[in-house]
């Protein structure tokens, strides 16, 4: 098999040039950087633009592209700048009838006046879901790094969360506590048929409504209000049970593989039922045996009646490590996991963005025949290098919190994280930061891939400064750490 490349047991050579490589990623950084109403609120995505005839949109400020901006940003303790980018975004939430209580996809500043992005502007017209998800998530983070508690109970801030809760946990028409979005409605923002309640916008809701209840607490002090009260009750309870229903239904290792296959079918009527959403033994990958091994264990991408996706997706998983969905022995079962799967998911370019790509007709019917999600290119089995920080991040976390449990797993886990790293610091240089990269061992940089790609620089920058110069700084990614004083 292609991917079959030779490189278990190999090391990546380090390189004498890691001092260079930083300052000039370092540099790249601030150029991304850039003012709105003249105080610096963001970065754009890429340096590099396109031609002048293509009107493409690298040069605004993307919510989604700006997570990992705003964590180095709390990282070098430039609050000033978070804020203000929290502020924009929190401005600019819609108040329409359609879209009420949804964060900007994108905004730019044009002639002196800010232009926002819904979705009406996008390729597909989808409305971003996880830049909505992202915001509470950032604000709790800022408000922990800096200690700015009286920014969190502003009543700009919370109104933006009520008005957020209002479009998330509304009625519908769904029972279980899943938040159902369509296709390209985050990261995998092209068709991919991820449609239904896809893992990382799972995780991410989860992580949203977890922050939201932390920053409802922070308003709490300044007024004593029933209505909020309530909505407290109601969130902590709808973190519960999404938790329960994702560990439920998401998370499978080989021993719930062989219980699946082995479920009746066809079930009817109020009995506790081991096969709720009627999934037939005949959908299971065969390629899922050898993924999972015997100690594997990892979150599919989605689960829909009749119809699971057993893809796997490593921001999601990432984030589900990162934001404590899974329990400590989960996450080690996902470490686990990754190890086994090193040559499919770190490859040459850490790390791929699901595993495995839809080829031929599947591939057809259902990304649209889309070009740019090619079998193994872009969000089709495509390499991410920006994804890597997310995922080490997760490692590093874990290890402060578990520092005593499976110390060999942890020392195999932090070897390759180190491997992957130094891999990221002799390629991204000389492939210009790409955006993405192509083939089964992600050594091409990609058919269309954006080159300077910020998300690519401040990635490695993050993981550079996790593994070099603070390590500490992992655990403002942790969203059960209490405040500075409390």
């Not at 005839?53 to 592209?65: K, P, Q, S, T, V």
């Not at 740019?372 to 995922?391: A, D």
Request: glycine residues 6%.
């Amino acid at each position: 098999m292609a991917e079959r490349f030779s490189q278990q047991n190999q090391r990546v050579r380090p390189s004498s040039k890691e001092d260079q490589v930083v300052q000039k990623a370092k540099e790249h950084f601030e150029r991304t950087l850039i003012p709105i109403a003249g105080s610096l609120a963001g970065s754009v995505a890429a340096l590099q633009h396109p031609r002048d005839d293509e009107a493409l949109n690298y040069g605004e400020i993307f919510l989604r592209d700006n997570v990992p901006v705003m964590v180095y940003l709390l990282t070098q303790k430039r609050f000033k700048v978070v804020k203000q980018f929290l502020q924009i975004c929190l401005d600019l939430q819609s108040t329409t009838y359609q879209t009420r209580g949804v964060f900007p996809t994108s905004f730019v500043e044009e002639s002196g006046e800010l232009i926002a992005d819904y979705g009406q502007r996008s390729i597909g017209r989808i409305t971003s879901v996880d830049a909505s998800l992202w915001w509470p998530v950032l604000c709790w983070m800022y408000v922990k790094a800096s200690g700015d508690e009286q920014f969190g109970a502003t009543p700009g801030v919370q109104r933006g969360v009520q008005l957020l809760l209002d479009l998330v946990l509304h009625p519908t028409f769904e029972g279980t506590p899943v938040l159902f979005v369509p296709d390209c409605a985050f990261m995998i923002d092209r068709p991919m048929d991820v449609w239904g309640a896809p893992l990382e916008v799972e995780v991410l809701l989860h992580a949203s409504l977890r922050c939201c209840s932390k920053l409802m607490e922070l308003g709490r002090r300044n007024q004593n209000s029933r209505l909020l009260d309530q909505r407290l009750v109601l969130t902590r309870q709808w973190i519960h049970d999404l938790r329960k229903f994702l560990l439920k239904h998401y998370w499978v290792t080989s021993k719930t593989m062989q219980v699946l296959r082995r479920r009746p079918t066809e079930q009817y009527g109020d009995n506790q039922h081991q096969n709720e959403f009627n999934v037939q033994p005949q959908v299971i990958p065969d390629w899922l045996q050898d993924w999972l091994e015997n100690r594997g264990g990892y979150l599919i991408g989605n689960i829909r009646t009749g119809r699971p996706d057993f893809r796997f997706y490593s921001l999601g998983n990432s984030l589900g490590c990162l934001f404590g969905l899974l329990t400590a022995p989960q996450q080690r079962a996902l470490f686990r996991l990754t190890l086994h799967n090193r040559n499919h998911l770190m490859a040459q370019m850490p790390m791929r963005i699901c595993h495995p790509p839809m080829e031929t007709l599947e591939w057809q019917n259902k990304t649209g025949s889309d070009p740019k999600n090619w079998p193994w290119s872009y969000h089709n089995g495509g390499h991410w290098p920006s994804l890597l920080w997310y995922f080490g991040a997760s490692i590093l976390l874990h290890e402060r919190r578990h520092p005593d449990a499976d110390i060999l797993l942890m020392g195999q886990m932090k070897a390759m994280l180190e491997d992957c790293y130094w891999s990221q610091l002799n390629q991204l240089p000389r492939q210009q930061w790409a955006e993405y990269f192509d083939g089964p061992t992600g050594t091409w940089m990609g058919q269309q891939s954006r080159t300077y790609q910020t998300w690519t620089i401040v990635g490695f920058l993050l993981l550079h400064h996790f593994l070099r110069v603070n390590p500490n700084d992992v655990e403002m990614l942790d969203l059960d750490d209490p405040l500075p004083g409390s």
